[in-house]
């Protein structure tokens, strides 16, 4: 079905042209044939590289509304949902002159039902800067100057990692890099600090302007902040830990002790001999073992902290080690022990 659309489409171009074929050469209406059934082969073995060259050579020598359909097919199938979705506008949009050859209403029609389901996976990104006015900034994606008009609007683009940074007269960003889902909706901010005196002095007018946003750029330290908080909470985990461990263990021995010393004074009141133990006696002896109770808990506790305490350090610093770049959003993780009266804890963000 496929094949006979788009040969009959080739065949249309030369027996029956429209008033877009007209400027054409026989030459240039044969190559365009010949590139055409060329992309078709590629595109149907999955060449879609190859296709898109292809039919772009078509597409230049005679404009048809086949040629641009399956170069639009051809860009969806390699993520390029950007330039997919513009080709396929340009087929819905176009008004066909009354007459058209069949296989240019089919495409056109195919282009609109196409259009809706790739618009469902095409992602966006809205860029926000911070620190100056929007017009003032110049913004890169992936190494390409972005218009000011970009800047706080949804950016189409196509899913994959894409590298953002923003540059004031006296400040830049440090780049952001951030990976987009098929049919996310991302906002990336880029927070201007001040220049190096070299930039600054770049930027000042009559100065040297060949510089783009990858010339002195800012260290993307935004991994490493948050690799050093991850470190640094890791120490204080590792702290908590050894408390925690520590006092668990003290007060385990010092309950066992006062646990001794009740059975001791239990023994010496003689009450589990005669059982005539005063008030005041019986109130020592359940003190005492209250006392031991309470120890004993103050102890588990803190051993279960001091243990969450070495578990979080030891995970805190593998992560540590590996931490890539993240958005500057994220805040350093810390903990906090906390320690009362008969109690201990441990609290913190990660």
Do not use: W
């Amino acid at each position: 079905m496929r094949a006979n659309f788009l040969s009959a489409a080739g065949v249309l171009l030369i027996l029956a042209p429209t008033t877009r074929a007209f400027a054409q050469t026989d030459l240039e209406r044969a190559a365009a044939r010949d590139a055409a059934d060329t992309g078709r082969t590629q595109f149907e073995a999955g060449r879609y590289a190859e296709a898109i060259d292809s039919f772009s050579r078509a597409q230049q020598l005679v404009a048809a509304p086949p040629h641009l359909l399956f170069l639009a097919r051809a860009q969806a199938k390699l993520g390029k949902l950007v330039e997919a979705h513009e080709n396929y506008l340009k087929i819905t949009r176009e008004t066909l002159p009354p007459k058209s050859p069949k296989v240019f209403i089919e495409a056109q029609s195919a282009a609109e039902r196409e259009l809706d389901a790739l618009e469902a996976r095409l992602p966006s990104v809205t860029i926000a800067v911070q620190g100056a006015p929007a017009g003032g900034v110049s913004v890169q994606m992936d190494g390409a100057t972005l218009s000011s008009a970009m800047v706080g609007i949804p950016l189409p683009v196509d899913p994959g990692q894409h590298v953002f940074a923003a540059r004031g007269a006296s400040a830049q960003s440090a780049p952001v890099t951030v990976t987009v889902a098929e049919g996310a909706k991302e906002t990336v901010m880029l927070t201007l600090r001040p220049s190096t005196p070299s930039a600054a002095a770049a930027h000042k007018p009559g100065a040297s302007t060949s510089a783009d946003l990858t010339s002195e750029p800012l260290a993307d330290d935004t991994g490493h902040s948050n690799g050093s908080g991850l470190r640094v909470g890791s120490y204080v985990a590792f702290g908590v830990g050894a408390v925690g461990l520590g006092l668990g263990a003290y007060f385990l021995v010092k309950s066992s002790s006062t646990r001794s010393s009740s059975n001791a004074l239990y023994d010496s009141y003689s009450c589990n001999a005669t059982g005539s133990c005063t008030a005041a006696q019986q109130a020592a002896y359940f003190g005492k073992v209250d006392d031991a109770n309470s120890q004993r808990n103050l102890g588990v506790g803190a051993l279960v902290v001091g243990g969450v305490g070495v578990v979080t350090g030891i995970t805190l610093l593998i992560l540590s080690s590996g931490q890539g770049t993240a958005t500057a959003q994220n805040n350093a993780p810390h903990l906090t022990p906390l320690v009362g009266f008969r109690s201990l804890g441990l609290a913190g963000t990660f």
